[in-house]
């Protein structure tokens, strides 16, 4: 099933320019998130992987309730086991 797309606000050309012109200083970062640029993000490497019907039906209904896609749920659930057992074996 597709998403449906929010229904796009549109503005004038006034608040545009208005919008263009403001000063960073002006902004109100108090919900800013940080984000790494995306030259120093992690290459992923594509891989086949074989996984049971059920686990990623599973995933997939996890994966909805907490509005993840099941791909970086799983890729989340892996990374988390990795650096588990890396933990267990430098001790």
């Given at each position: 099933m597709k998403k449906k797309l929010a229904n796009v606000v549109q503005h004038?050309?006034?608040e545009y320019r208005?919008?263009?012109q403001?000063?960073?200083k002006d902004a109100d970062m108090s919900?800013?998130?940080v984000v790494k640029p995306i030259w120093r993000?992690?290459?992923t490497?594509?891989?086949p992987l074989r996984i049971e019907g059920v686990?990623?039906?599973t995933a997939k209904r996890i994966g909805r309730v907490k509005g993840l896609p099941y791909q970086t749920l799983l890729k989340v659930y892996?990374?988390?086991g990795i650096e588990r057992d890396r933990k267990l074996i430098t001790r």
């Open positions: 004038s050309d006034r208005e919008a263009s403001m000063k960073l919900s800013a998130v993000m992690r290459r490497h594509p891989i686990d990623i039906a892996i990374r988390e």
